[in-house]
C-alpha cells in the first residue's frame, strides 16, 4: 500500500485547511487509517484515525469539535478537514494506514499498528 498525502500549507489562526491521502496498491488489506503531525522539537503524535469498514472515528483531545477525519472507500482516500485552526497545529502531518486484522484499535494512538505511511505534508498556521 502507498499513501499519498496533500492539501498543507499556510493559513492564518481560525481558517481551514483540508487533507488529503490517497492510498493505491492493495487497499483491500486497509483496516483503519489515520493521520499523525509532528511539530518542530516535538515528538510525533495522534491526531485522529478512522476504522475503514465501519467508519468510527477516533480523535486526541486537541482537535476534537475542529477536525473531522472521513473515508471515501471507492476512492480509498481519507481526508482530514481542519476547522478553526490554531498556531498549535503547526506541524507536519502524516497520513498512515493500518492492516486489517490487525488489533489496531487498542493501540491506534501509536505509531506501531500503522504499517503504511506517507510522506509528511507541512501545515503553518500564522497567529
Known amino acids: 500500500v502507498q499513501l499519498q498525502a496533500s492539501g498543507g500549507g499556510l493559513v492564518q489562526a481560525g481558517g481551514s485547511l483540508r487533507l488529503s491521502c490517497a492510498a493505491s496498491?492493495?487497499?483491500?488489506?486497509?483496516?483503519?487509517a489515520g493521520w499523525f503531525r509532528q511539530a518542530p522539537r516535538k515528538e510525533r503524535e495522534f491526531v485522529a484515525a478512522?476504522?475503514?469498514?465501519?467508519?468510527?472515528?477516533y480523535y486526541t483531545d486537541s482537535v476534537k469539535g475542529r477536525f473531522t477525519i472521513s473515508r471515501d472507500n471507492a476512492k480509498s482516500t481519507v481526508i482530514l478537514q481542519m476547522n478553526s485552526l490554531e498556531h498549535e497545529d503547526t506541524a507536519v502531518y502524516y497520513c498512515?494506514?493500518?492492516?486489517?486484522?490487525?488489533?489496531?484499535?487498542?493501540?491506534?494512538?501509536?505509531?506501531?499498528?500503522?504499517?503504511?505511511w506517507g510522506q509528511g505534508t507541512l501545515v503553518t498556521v500564522s497567529s
Open positions: 498512515a494506514a493500518a492492516k486489517r486484522g490487525t488489533n489496531w484499535y487498542k493501540d491506534r494512538e501509536r505509531a506501531r499498528p500503522y504499517a503504511y
Open positions: 496498491g492493495d487497499t483491500l488489506s486497509i483496516g483503519a
Open positions: 478512522i476504522s475503514w469498514s465501519t467508519g468510527t472515528t
